[in-house]
């Protein structure tokens, strides 16, 4: 699985982005998808995730703000962003993971990272 991400951006507090990522290769076998994203200096966090049938969670610090949404298994996963602020500014990275055999083992794929800075 390939995972390409795009549309990050600098925009003012309060502005809105979408983020896009576009899987190929084996598609049909990802189980799971989410966006992360990393600060500097600071660990990578789960954003947003959406599972195989669409149930999707979020980070306390988005709810409200971010909808991520995913129509089929071959659409790309797109995070919605309002109300930014300046303690969005991160890198942005999409993740995939698939359950993959008899033992479902679990893969994990990592896109590129898209920047999104807010300023105040």
């Known amino acids: 699985v390939q995972l390409q991400a795009s549309g990050g951006g600098l925009v003012q507090a309060g502005g809105s982005l979408r983020l896009s990522c576009v899987a190929s290769?084996?598609?049909?076998?990802?189980?799971?998808m989410g966006w992360y994203r990393q600060a500097p200096g600071k660990q990578r966090e789960l954003v947003a995730s959406?599972?195989?049938?669409?149930?999707?969670s979020y980070a306390d610090s988005v709810k409200g703000r971010f909808t991520l949404s995913r129509d089929n298994a071959k659409a790309p996963m797109i995070l919605q962003i309002s109300s930014l602020k300046p303690e969005d500014t991160a890198v942005y990275f999409c993740n995939a993971e698939l359950l993959v055999g008899r033992s479902l083992t679990k893969m994990v794929y990592w896109g590129q990272g898209t920047q999104v800075t807010v300023s105040s």
């Open positions: 959406i599972r195989d049938g669409g149930v999707t």
């Open positions: 290769g084996n598609t049909f076998n990802i189980n799971t």
